[in-house]
């Protein structure tokens, strides 16, 4: 049977077909990540186009991004009406630069965790190699290795 959209969904609904707690949906409501409203009856009623908008805070959050940014990207979309693909891709077109930050930062950590990160501690096989006497130290503090542009190996 096909789902008409226009009816609006309870907490309970939000919350089962987004795999949150219902504690979670009132909480992204109260931080304004979501809008809901008061049925006569006296209930929480949601449109069914916030499932997308809950699934994309969670995949967001899962990518580490803070609520303050997810929240700062969602207002800038029109709430009174159901988003567009245009409205979406405006949101991720203004992720964007941060989103390859973290991709490149995920996956420095995947492919050099082990070997030399130019932290200092020259412990590692490769670090008199990478990392000779601690020179990376005059480039800046942390694995200098993994926060600037590689240095090419001699
Ligand atoms: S890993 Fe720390 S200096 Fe090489």
């Given at each position: 049977m096909p789902i008409?959209?226009?009816?609006?969904?309870?907490?309970?609904?939000?919350a089962r077909r987004s795999g949150v707690t219902i504690a979670t949906v009132h909480f992204?409501?109260?931080?304004?990540?979501?809008?809901?409203?008061?049925?006569?009856?006296?209930?929480r009623r949601y449109a069914r186009?916030?499932?997308?908008?809950?699934?994309?805070?969670?995949?967001?959050?899962?990518?580490?991004?803070?609520?303050?940014?997810?929240?700062e990207g969602l207002d800038k979309l029109p709430a009174d009406r159901t988003l567009t693909a245009n409205d979406w891709k405006q949101l991720s077109t203004s992720w964007r630069d941060m989103l390859n930050e973290r991709i490149r930062s995920l996956a420095q950590l995947r492919d050099e965790l082990d070997g030399c990160i130019g932290c200092g501690c020259l412990s590692m096989d490769d670090c008199p190699l990478r990392n000779p006497g601690d020179r990376l130290s005059g480039l800046g503090s942390g694995a200098v290795l993994l926060e600037r542009a590689p240095v090419p190996k001699e």
């Amino acid at each position: 049977m096909p789902i008409d959209t226009r009816i609006p969904l309870s907490v309970g609904e939000v919350a089962r077909r987004s795999g949150v707690t219902i504690a979670t949906v009132h909480f992204y409501e109260a931080k304004g990540l979501i809008l809901g409203w008061r049925s006569d009856g006296n209930q929480r009623r949601y449109a069914r186009d916030v499932l997308r908008r809950v699934a994309v805070i969670k995949i967001a959050q899962r990518a580490g991004i803070s609520l303050a940014i997810i929240k700062e990207g969602l207002d800038k979309l029109p709430a009174d009406r159901t988003l567009t693909a245009n409205d979406w891709k405006q949101l991720s077109t203004s992720w964007r630069d941060m989103l390859n930050e973290r991709i490149r930062s995920l996956a420095q950590l995947r492919d050099e965790l082990d070997g030399c990160i130019g932290c200092g501690c020259l412990s590692m096989d490769d670090c008199p190699l990478r990392n000779p006497g601690d020179r990376l130290s005059g480039l800046g503090s942390g694995a200098v290795l993994l926060e600037r542009a590689p240095v090419p190996k001699e």
